[in-house]
């Protein structure tokens, strides 16, 4: 069984609703409860228009990382999502997994950790609530100096809950 760190996000149409139903669907593949971060609101990246809702949960899975990633993206399909939305566009539901343990895995179709969630606030702030202990095992620094390293952003914590 492995610790995982998904980040869950979305920009379009009811976006609480949408990371509700990610939080279900995350609690359903979990061999334990999940570890839900608070809901941040950031300013659009890269080409979106909309701003975001964000957060980042834990989850312990026996489910292989490929597996779990083609878990995830079948997820966010169900929920609308593009097979293939332009980058950093606007999306009902994005589920990456950030981290799998202390896994370094460098493929084509996967990358952990997630090749960008140290320059994303979005994704390193929800990620220090629920595992502030946390280091990247490539690199060996914690989840402290990689976000007060991180470019700065328009980012606030909600009252929603998931």
């Known amino acids: 069984m492995e610790e995982v760190i998904v980040a869950v996000g979305s920009n379009l149409g009811d ?33 979106a228009k909309y701003s975001f809702l964000n957060s980042a949960a834990k989850i312990v899975t026996d489910t292989g990382p490929a597996e779990l990633l083609k878990n995830l993206k079948e997820f966010e399909q169900t929920c609308g999502r593009e097979k293939n ?25 996967l990358i952990i950790p997630h090749p960008e969630y140290e320059m994303r606030k979005f994704v390193l702030n929800p990620m220090m609530e629920i595992n502030s202990n946390w280091c990247d095992p490539r690199t060996g620094l914690s989840i402290e100096k990689i976000l007060k390293n991180a470019p700065s952003i328009k980012i606030y914590k909600t009252d929603y809950s998931w």
């Open 15 to 47: 976006r609480l609703s949408y990371i509700e139903k990610a939080g279900v669907f995350l609690e359903n593949i979990s061999l334990k409860p999940v570890q839900k971060a608070s809901v941040w609101e950031s300013e659009p990246v890269g080409g």
């Open 85 to 109: 939305p332009e980058r950093w566009g606007p999306r009902v539901i994005d589920l990456d997994i950030i981290s799998y343990g202390n896994l370094v895995i460098e493929q084509e179709s």
